[in-house]
């Protein structure tokens, strides 16, 4: 079997969503060709390149964004994409988020700037480095997935409410927990999506998922959708300092499907093709991988089903 070259692999994660250019947050950082077995991971440190290299990988995928793409942070300006998306002016939600939205893309582009390890662990040059030394190829995809896994969920979450439009908060839980990643992420995670703010009782009205964005959005983000008739919003996760803002407000409700999910619904698609194409795919990190058997995980990388449902992670 001939192998893939990072940039057909490249190709295939933007042809998800219909993308031609690859996104500011994500890149080839250590071009190879002939790549016929990889770990998919949701970060890379230096450790991970030398195992996959001493096992005998190709090439390491990750999913987080490293040190080499300093404009990474532009990506966050999304969210007013998602906002026009999903029916709301562009000049209303940038009249009202355009301060908030450049803090958080200055901030980030600080954090690139002064380049401190313990501020962006796994985000660095030093992985890159390690992997030109090891002559591993290595390249992250990042906004193609959050958007891909974006669209998966949002067009069930349109199709439910056409169907039962006076849903409760409770069938959204449900509908997301019923999905094959939340399934897997609840037995060997312990990690369950769950409902942060708001009753399964309460009316669940208008519900929208925000991601695809470079990461979760601020307070004032799910304000603005509360504001603007989305009576539910569905996030990953938020800094705690946003989550007990939005707590104290309580303007609508607030499902949150946490990390591993909510980022894995984009990668299923992606892991389904490269091993269609042949390709031996291990998936590490945190990325959810639903065509492994849960045994074959345990015996192979020594977690269990978690009966005491105690986190892993």
């Known amino acids: ?13 933007l042809e998800l969503v219909g993308w031609t250019e690859i996104p500011l947050d994500s890149g080839i950082h250590v071009p190879g060709k002939n790549i016929k077995r990889l770990i998919f991971t949701m970060d890379a440190n230096v450790g991970l390149l030398h195992m996959a290299k001493q096992l005998g990988f190709d090439a390491v995928v990750g999913h987080h964004p490293c040190g080499v793409l300093p404009q990474r942070g532009e990506v966050y300006r999304r969210h007013i994409d998602l906002l026009e998306e999903h029916g709301i002016a562009r000049e209303k939600a940038m009249k009202s ?4 939205v450049e803090t958080v893309v200055r901030r980030i582009e600080n954090n690139r700037f002064r380049m401190l390890y313990y501020e962006s662990p796994n985000q660095t040059i030093l992985e890159v480095d390690a992997a030109r030394m090891l002559d591993l ?3 992250n995809v990042h906004n193609p997935f959050d958007e891909k896994g974006r669209r998966i969920l949002q067009s069930k979450i349109d199709e439910a409410a056409l169907k039962n439009p006076h849903w409760k908060l409770g069938d959204v839980l449900i509908l997301i927990e019923e999905l094959p990643e939340a399934r897997y992420a609840r037995d060997v995670c312990g990690i369950s999506p769950h409902i942060f703010i708001g009753k399964p009782s309460s009316g669940a009205s208008k519900v929208v998922f925000v991601h695809g964005a470079l990461s979760a959005p601020d307070a004032e983000i799910v304000t603005f959708y509360w504001e603007n008739g989305f009576n539910t919003v569905i996030a990953l996760h938020s800094e705690f300092e946003n989550l007990e803002r939005l707590r104290k407000e309580g303007q609508g ?19 389904r093709s490269l091993r269609e194409k042949g390709l031996e795919v291990v998936c590490m990190g945190g ?24 986190p892993l992670y």
């Not at 079997?1 to 994660?13: N, R, V």
């Not at 988020?97 to 908030?100: G, I, N, R, S, Y």
């Open 287 to 310: 990325i959810i991988d639903i065509q492994e058997p849960l045994e074959e995980r345990a015996n192979g990388r020594r977690l269990s089903r978690n009966p005491q449902n105690r």
């Open 1 to 13: 079997m001939k192998g893939l070259s990072t940039e057909e692999i490249m190709e295939i994660a």
């Open 97 to 100: 988020l355009a301060e908030p």
């Open 253 to 271: 409700n607030l499902i949150l499907t946490g990390h591993f999910l909510g980022d894995s619904l984009g990668m299923t698609p992606f892991i």
């Open 137 to 139: 190829p290595f390249m």
